[in-house]
């Protein structure tokens, strides 16, 4: 998956500077542990409402980096907390943990 990240963002970016890759990778692993934290707290306080945003951030985080499978998951955990589905928000969030990136 790192790979990929770094690829999508050198074609973004338009440059093979390893340290501003560097830089952007570390930044969204940061972002995602965050979010991963939050989004379990939201889940333990049946918080929809938090979690339908901490998805949404979620979901556009990804896109940004060009990580679609984690993107694809924070959408369908987006539509899940949308419709109060805690549920498939637990299964999601399950997801998207494994497919955090890693440093």
Do not use: W
Request: glycine share 2%.
């Amino acid at each position: 998956m790192k790979d990929m990240i770094y690829a999508y963002l050198k074609e973004q970016v338009g440059t093979d500077d390893e340290t501003l890759l560097d830089s952007l990778y570390e930044e969204y692993c940061s972002t995602i542990e965050t979010k991963i934290a939050n989004l379990k707290s939201a889940i333990e306080n049946n918080d929809f409402e938090a979690l339908r945003q901490l998805a949404h951030a979620l979901k556009g985080d990804s896109a940004i980096v060009g990580d679609q499978p984690m993107r694809e998951h924070a959408l369908a955990f987006e539509l899940a907390a949308k419709s109060s589905n805690m549920n498939i928000c637990k299964a999601e969030l399950a997801e998207i943990i494994s497919l955090a990136p890693q440093r």
